[in-house]
């Protein structure tokens, strides 16, 4: 074998045998194609209908346009046959015919260069060019009809499918002689801008979306695509953008289903122009709540924002159940000190001081929020460095904070004295120089100590302190309770009530001693378990051991 000198890029023959796998062949993919052929036949409205043809269910879809001069190019795989402006504009590939392949079609058309109508009938078997077509005269004086030889599945889906290709077509679509509805692609959007022949419209997006929405309509066909979206704090949307193409050649479809939008120059153009339009339309708000790397990204495009709003969060401790924190007000207008996230144990014991009325700090304490960093306000806020505790005990002073555990041999129980250290610094400019270190009495001090349960968890109480065992155990839950979902775990009801179980009754050991813990302890197992039983006009003495029970009814009281 001799190797060629030159090559040049060709279609091979064996293609046309192939045509019927270049489209799924959906009743969806055969109306977008017929109804775009239509829309550049110059059609003013569409026809569709359904009917009975030898006794089979047949689709028929017709429109007013130019018609088809030239019969042989509707099957002949990649001639378009559409004029040079069209082609310029739109990019046909003379393949949306072959979605019908493997279908039975009649095509009828008026032929504007033979001055008169032609109609062929093409077999379902004859798509693979191995057949000649008869092309034959018909009394057709204007534009384009299409009868298909319907699968069973299709009419279940025949309506439906109508319905959706006709909402955001150009043209007026008519099925079975009723009007279709049409809506404008970007109805409901924020704000609309023109950009190189598309239309950009910029919305509030609430709804929940499925996994690829529709984000591009090329005259009625709507197109899965990512595009820039931009989210605001606290807010409980993002701003997402749509684009309906009116005459924008540089965009194009992948061939041959056009079902997503070709990777090119002109599609990353658009997708700068879209991030503009948006930080536009946010500029036109009132107020924003964008993230300090979004404000830089809107200034790089062209595009000054004022600073993000000036109001922060008003700080609550988070939850060891999924690090949850209820929501705190909108602080604004009011002195703040930001406090940096910690673990759930450092800060609901911090809240035990840090929420009282009265600002204790001075000012009101404010949840962080990283993403405002670099805006002036924000920058200069002043601010707790980190949250940390000292334990006073007979043996000597203990610390605990995020960057120091207990040693592990530390036991729970009584402590001489406890406080939470609240180093203060300025600014962030300052963050490594505080100006005061607040050093204020706790009562009880709960510490997970890098455990992840009550029972590695070491607690203290201050000396002589009032604290029921009541507060205790709740204190113990919002520190260390967390419901473990694994599928062989139990229910969140059953983990929780075991869990206050255990926290009452270690709770009760520590502020009552071990004797009265157990008193208690039975006391509620009799409340739960026994006491429904007993009738209520009678009285029941009960004398144990721990192996003996003796029950005896006694006279009523």
């Known amino acids: 074998m001799t190797l060629p000198a030159t090559i040049r890029p060709s279609v091979g023959q064996s293609l046309i045998t192939k045509v019927s796998r270049l489209f799924n062949g959906?009743?969806?993919?055969?109306?977008?194609?017929?109804?775009?052929?239509?829309?550049?036949?110059?059609?003013?409205?569409?026809?569709?209908?359904?009917?009975?043809?030898d006794e089979k269910p047949t689709l028929i879809i017709s429109d007013n346009g130019w018609g088809i001069d030239d019969p042989a190019n509707i099957v002949t795989l990649g001639q378009s046959g559409w004029n040079d402006d069209l082609a310029r504009r739109e990019d046909p590939a003379g393949m949306g015919i072959f979605s019908l392949a493997g279908r039975r079609v009649r095509i009828r058309?008026?032929?504007?260069?033979?001055?008169?109508?032609?109609?062929?009938?093409?077999?379902?078997?004859a798509w693979h060019g191995t057949a000649h077509l008869a092309v034959q005269p018909c009394d057709v004086l204007q534009g384009t009809s299409f009868l298909i030889e319907m699968p069973d599945i299709w009419m279940q889906q025949v309506e439906g499918a109508i319905k959706d290709v006709a909402l955001y077509y150009p043209l007026a679509v008519r099925f079975q002689g009723k009007l279709l509805q049409r809506e404008d692609f970007l109805a409901k959007a924020h704000r609309v801008e023109e950009w190189n022949g598309c239309r950009i419209g910029v919305f509030r997006n609430h709804d929940h979306e499925p996994p690829h929405p529709p984000r591009i309509n090329f005259h009625g066909v709507k197109v899965p695509c990512h595009l820039p979206t931009v989210s605001e704090i606290d807010a409980p949307h993002r701003w997402i953008a749509k684009?309906?193409?009116?005459?924008?050649?540089?965009?194009?479809?992948?061939?041959?289903?056009?079902?997503?939008?070709?990777?090119?120059?002109?599609?990353?153009?658009?997708?700068?122009?879209?991030?503009?339009?948006?930080?536009r339309t946010i500029r036109a708000e009132s107020e924003h709540r964008l993230p300090f790397k979004s404000w830089k990204r809107a200034a790089e495009l062209g595009i000054s924002l004022p600073e993000a709003a000036e109001w922060l969060e008003a700080w609550q401790p988070t939850t060891a159940e999924n690090y949850q924190c209820e929501m705190g007000e909108p602080i604004r207008e009011e002195p703040m000190i930001i406090i940096p996230a910690h673990e759930p144990d450092i800060e609901q014991c911090a809240a035990q001081v840090l929420n009282q009325d009265g600002m204790p700090l001075g000012y009101r304490a404010v949840r962080a929020e990283q993403s405002l960093e670099g805006y002036s306000w924000y920058d200069e806020l002043p601010r707790v460095i980190e949250l940390s505790f000292t334990i006073k005990r007979s043996e000597g002073v203990l610390s605990y904070s995020s960057d120091q555990s207990l040693p592990p041999d530390t036991s729970s129980g009584d402590a001489i004295d406890i406080r939470l250290l609240v180093p203060v610094a300025r600014s962030a400019?300052?963050?490594?120089e505080p100006?005061?270190?607040?050093?204020?009495?706790?009562?009880?001090?709960?510490?997970?100590?890098?455990?992840?349960?009550?029972?590695?968890?070491?607690?203290?109480?201050?000396?002589?302190?009032?604290?029921?065992?009541?507060?205790?155990?709740?204190?113990?839950?919002?520190c260390c309770f967390w419901h473990n979902d694994d599928s062989d775990c139990d229910s969140w009801d059953t983990q929780h009530r075991e869990f206050e179980k255990n926290a009452r009754n270690l709770a009760n050991i520590l502020l009552l001693g071990e004797e009265e813990a157990l008193l208690e302890h039975i006391r509620n197992a009799m409340h739960e378990e026994i006491l429904w039983l007993i009738p209520k006009d009678r009285r029941i003495e009960i004398t144990a051991s721990n192996n003996e029970l003796s029950l005896l009814f006694a006279d009523p009281a």
């Open 435 to 478: 100006i005061a270190m607040l050093s204020i009495p706790l009562d009880i001090l709960v510490c997970r100590n890098d455990g992840s349960d009550l029972d590695e968890a070491i607690i203290f109480v201050r000396a002589g302190a009032s604290v029921t065992p009541a507060r205790l155990a709740s204190l113990m839950e919002l």
């Open 109 to 125: 058309s008026f032929s504007r260069d033979a001055g008169r109508g032609w109609q062929v009938e093409i077999p379902a078997d």
């Open 26 to 53: 959906t009743i969806t993919d055969v109306l977008s194609e017929m109804l775009q052929n239509s829309r550049r036949a110059g059609a003013t409205d569409v026809e569709i209908d359904l009917a009975q043809f």
């Open 243 to 279: 684009v309906d193409i009116v005459d924008a050649p540089a965009l194009q479809l992948v061939l041959p289903a056009r079902k997503e939008m070709a990777e090119s120059d002109a599609l990353a153009a658009l997708r700068l122009e879209i991030e503009a339009t948006t930080y």
């Open 429 to 432: 400019e300052y963050d490594d």
